[in-house]
């Protein structure tokens, strides 16, 4: 039954990383109840939803080609950076200050998002911010996104946002490259850390690349104003939850 458990959470949890972001909301608690403790649970949830994450990118892969606003490659090396730098920070610190801040991050990146796509166009000319300046905050994500991971797909998106970024199949395809990349030295640093519960986490794996792939060719096929409705109502869940029931 643990097994099955585990097997449904990877699937949802790719699903949702595809269509907007929270599937550790899904995996890390699963991981939980099947009896890890925080710290293998976070690494191990991390290294299930990996294959779910280039799953999904694979599938977004014209809308990323397509990106404009950045340069990608650059992007990427600063992922690669920012996630060791979060993965060896989540081995040397205690996870419980930073995690108390999760709700807090997660609410802000809804509320960047709902304002990014639905408040006068006007508005947010005023406040986006250059390709250089987006740097510094997209490096500070990479980081978060080594150390726990939650809610990384509503701070990126709520990042793209704010740099002027509008189409959210877009959006969605660069996210999942970008959690793709920093997520690689995450999982080789918690491999050589021997924090990784493979009995647990092998099971997920091809389900969550299962699932993330169903789910991003099936947001292509949606109106745009639904999946962003989503995003939001999804980032206010995860906010409560994370609030309520804390890390």
Request: no cysteine; proline share 4%; aromatic share 12%.
């Amino acid at each position: 039954m643990t097994t099955v458990i585990l097997i449904a959470a990877a699937f949802l949890g790719g699903a949702l990383n595809s269509l907007a972001g929270g599937g550790t909301l899904v995996t890390f608690p699963a991981l939980l109840f099947a009896g890890l403790n925080p710290i293998d649970a976070n690494a191990s949830s991390v290294v299930a939803l990996f294959s779910g994450t280039f799953a999904g990118a694979w599938a977004y892969r014209r809308n990323i080609l397509a990106v404009a606003e950045f340069s990608v490659l650059g992007l990427f090396v600063l992922s690669l950076v920012g996630g060791l730098i979060g993965a060896l920070l989540l081995l040397w610190t205690p996870t419980t200050i930073f995690a108390s801040l999760v709700p807090w991050l997660i609410l802000f990146a809804t509320v960047v998002f709902a304002i990014g796509h639905f408040a006068p166009v006007g508005a947010i000319q005023r406040i986006q911010l250059g390709p250089r300046r987006a740097l510094v905050p997209l490096f500070l994500i990479a980081i978060y996104g080594g150390y726990f991971g939650g809610g990384i797909g509503f701070l990126m998106l709520a990042a793209f946002t704010l740099f002027g970024m509008r189409d959210i199949h877009a959006m969605n395809g660069l996210k999942m490259g970008l959690v793709g990349v920093m997520t690689i030295t995450a999982v080789v640093t918690f491999i050589a850390a021997n924090v990784v519960r493979w009995p647990e986490v092998l099971p997920m794996f091809a389900s969550s690349a299962i699932g993330s792939y169903m789910a991003a060719h099936w947001a292509q096929r949606l109106d745009q104003r639904l999946i962003k409705g989503f995003v939001i109502v999804l980032g206010v869940g995860l906010t409560i939850y994370f609030a309520w029931r804390g890390v």
